[in-house]
């Protein structure tokens, strides 16, 4: 009896979240993280339970066998959804009639080949397969796709196995003692509905904490992140450079970047273009500096690089790259563009400290850049020793290189 009140209570949890989860994914429109499955998978799991309570004791009917294809249909909705919360496309209609028709006709030849029982060792069984390929895809994803949900990945692994457990103790009841094992009043039946109804407490919401994380995620993300070029703004810098001087010793070179005549761009071939050249010469940032350097856009045609641990001769050197890259670069082609090149001028600051250091290496930087707009443009200049390095920077290089 009390087994019999935890699968209604359990039906109950699980046709609930259907209607919350449905609710969410509409409210998330296009992009629904799998929220739409994973209310498909609890209605399809919430109906089985609904049939095992209708279907009597154990045996053969099309009720019992339309709840096993049920049970095994929402398990691959689960999957289907866990995928694509994590951004794979992957496909839920045809796989899931395939699996409903072909389980439908399996179970139809084991119960007419070997009775009654033999099916529902079929289901065991098979739901035992697929939890431990649920348990070994977490274990995998917490080492690769699901780095920042280690443990909620770890959380969902310990539970799965749990259910995964029980369920190859009641395939070996099955296998020893028959429908005997399956009685609702038995010791057993109470533990694996109890953890049953555990998990339609735990594992709804987490789901719901999970969509809400990746969401604040996300946001933070846009706050931080420029939305033209996707590089870094102001306040994504300031960040990154928060944590980076969290370690101690560890100093920095900024590289102020402007692209040279930018407003000529705009005015000759509009907007649209200008836009166009920023994300070419944003592309080519990303191409020019070193692994660990962070790249920003302070807004209009103002970059900024930030060169971790540089001295003034690595500094020279990523500057020097930037600055060839971006004026070898054909930003747009076509014959209305004339194969469309741009410049920029850069200046350099002294090394700073911390990111209250900035500030003032903004005001070090900006006024290198100025004396580089004002000698010329397309060019290099360095705060520290206030002068034009471009060419001597190059006359340097050679010199190396012949030696």
């Known amino acids: 009896m009390i087994a019999t009140l935890l ?23 296009d992009e629904k993280m799998g929220m739409d499955v994973f209310a498909l998978a609890n209605l399809m799991l919430g109906c089985a339970y609904v049939l095992q309570l209708l279907e009597g004791p154990p045996g053969w009917s099309w009720t019992s066998m339309v709840n096993h294809t049920l049970t095994l249909c929402s398990l691959l909705a689960y999957c289907v959804g866990g995928a694509r919360f994590f951004g794979h496309a992957t496909p839920l209609g045809k796989p899931l009639l395939c699996l409903a028709v072909g389980y439908s006709l399996l179970q139809l030849l084991v119960n007419w080949a070997l009775g009654p029982v033999a099916r529902y060792v079929l289901l065991a069984g098979t739901c035992s397969v697929t939890f431990i390929s649920m348990v070994l895809m977490l274990l995998h994803g917490m080492r690769s796709f699901g780095k920042d949900l280690r443990g909620e990945m770890a959380l969902f692994a310990g539970l799965i196995s749990g259910i995964c457990v029980l369920n190859l103790i009641k395939l070996s009841k099955l296998l020893d003692g028959g429908f005997e094992a399956l009685n609702m009043d038995a010791r057993f039946s109470m533990v694996f509905y109890i953890y049953m109804c555990s998990l339609a407490t735990i594992l709804p919401p987490s789901i719901v904490w999970l969509v809400l994380r990746r969401l604040t995620d996300r946001l933070r993300n846009m706050a931080a992140v420029d939305p033209l070029t996707q590089l870094l703004n102001r306040r994504g810098l300031s960040t990154a450079l928060d944590r980076l001087f969290q370690r101690p010793g560890r100093h920095a070179r900024l590289l102020l970047v402007d692209v040279d005549h930018f407003k000529r761009i705009n005015d000759t071939y509009g907007h649209q273009v200008g836009d166009a050249v920023l994300c070419g010469v944003a592309d080519a940032l990303r191409a020019s500096v070193r692994k660990d350097d962070l790249v920003c856009r302070l807004g209009g045609e103002e970059f900024a ?34 194969g469309l090149r ?62």
């Open 7 to 29: 699968v209604g209570m359990l039906c109950v949890y699980l046709l609930s979240f259907t209607v919350m989860f449905q609710l969410i994914s509409r409210r998330l429109q």
């Open 305 to 338: 690089v930030i060169c971790v641990g540089a001295d003034d001769k690595v500094a020279l050197r990523v500057a020097e790259r930037v600055r060839g890259s971006i004026e070898q670069k054909t930003m747009l082609h076509g014959m209305h563009y004339a």
């Open 342 to 403: 741009c410049t920029v001028t850069i200046g350099i600051s002294d090394s700073f400290t911390s990111e209250a250091g900035l500030g003032h290496a903004m005001q070090q930087a900006d006024a290198a850049l100025y004396r580089g707009k004002h000698t010329g443009r397309n060019r290099i200049e360095q705060s520290k020793t206030q002068r034009r390095v471009h060419a001597g920077f190059e006359k340097e290089m050679q010199t190396e290189t012949l030696h």
